[in-house]
């Protein structure tokens, strides 16, 4: 009997053992489950370092979506070489013709068109002796979606510049009013060495130099600037601790009229 009973509870402290194992595992694997579960929603670690990246001017996205995207942008960033070498090749020849040669503009047109003009009348009256066919003139038209578009663009674009120079006249931003006034400043001295040609030169060729050279290194360009942000917030802060904190700022409110 001793020896049954010893045997019995021996298979009960098996059983027993069993199950204990048996839940543990089972707890282990819904633990890592829900691990897993709990890891896959989280964000990698990429995510987050690249959630940090300081990026110029807060930019958010490619440099690509930036520019527009679409044609333009594969202009400016070079994305066809042929098209983009042809875009600024054409503007370095009005600059030179305009800006060295010191060709005027209504001259200009008046030429190409008694140019284009003679050649098309004379290669028409002469078809018929030289029994060719007359050049084919396509008909050019305006299309009224497109005009409208534009409209409507430079109309947001106008609205816009309107309210932000009313805001800024208001007071309420000093930063705003102090940038604005520095970038008015810096186009009026480069207004007394060049004119408005030479001005849309150089904005042109900044545009199809500036951002494919960005893009190829835009990580070393934002490492820079990140640290000389950081070193003009430092100087800013105590400017504005000294001299610009205690200046009188406008009201905050607009004052309603009727």
Same mark, same amino acid.
């Given at each position: ?6 045997? *019995? ?27 897993? *579960? !709990? ?9 987050? &370092?690249?959630?940090?990246? #300081?990026?110029? $001017? ?6 690509? =979506? &930036? ?8 202009? $400016? ?16 020849? /009005?600059?030179? %013709?305009?800006?060295?040669?010191? @060709?005027?503009?209504?001259?200009? *047109?008046?030429?190409?068109? /008694? ?32 005009? !409208? ?8 674009? /106008? ?6 120079? +009313?805001?800024?006249?208001?007071? +309420?931003? %000093? =930063?705003? $009013?102090?940038? &604005?006034?520095?970038?008015?400043? !810096?186009?009026? /001295? ?10 849309? @030169? ?7 130099? !500036?951002?494919?050279? #960005?893009?190829? @290194?835009?990580? =070393? &360009?934002?490492? $820079? ?7 003009? =917030?430092?100087? #800013? ?5 000294? @001299? %610009? ?14």
């Amino acid at each position: 009997m001793a020896e049954h009973e010893e045997s *019995v509870a021996e298979s009960l402290l098996e059983k027993i053992t069993e199950k204990f194992h048996g839940g543990d595992s089972s707890s282990s694997d819904s633990d890592g489950e829900k691990s897993s *579960v !709990v890891d896959s929603s989280a964000p990698s670690a990429a995510e987050v &370092v690249k959630a940090k990246i #300081y990026r110029l $001017f807060g930019r958010e996205k490619p440099v690509h =979506k &930036v520019l527009g995207g679409g044609k333009p942008a594969d202009v $400016f960033l070079w994305r066809n070489k042929k098209v983009s070498a042809a875009t600024l090749g054409g503007a370095t020849a /009005i600059w030179v %013709l305009f800006e060295l040669m010191e @060709y005027h503009l209504l001259t200009f *047109v008046c030429h190409s068109l /008694i140019l284009s003009l003679a050649i098309m009348f004379l290669w028409s009256n002469a078809s018929t002796f030289i029994n060719k066919s007359p050049p084919r003139i396509p008909e050019v038209s305006i299309p009224e979606d497109m005009a !409208v578009n534009i409209a409507l663009s430079l109309r947001y674009e /106008i609205n816009w510049a309107f309210a932000a120079l +009313r805001d800024i006249a208001l007071g +309420r931003d %000093l =930063k705003k $009013f102090l940038s &604005v006034i520095a970038g008015l400043w !810096v186009f009026s /001295i480069i207004g007394n060495f060049c004119n408005f040609l030479t001005l849309f @030169y150089i904005a042109f060729v900044t545009l199809h130099t !500036v951002p494919p050279l #960005y893009e190829k @290194y835009e990580d =070393k &360009v934002d490492a $820079f600037a990140e640290k000389a942000q950081t070193e003009f =917030k430092k100087h #800013y802060s105590v400017i504005h601790a000294k @001299y %610009l904190s205690k200046i009188p700022k406008g009201p905050l409110k607009d004052k309603k009229f009727q």
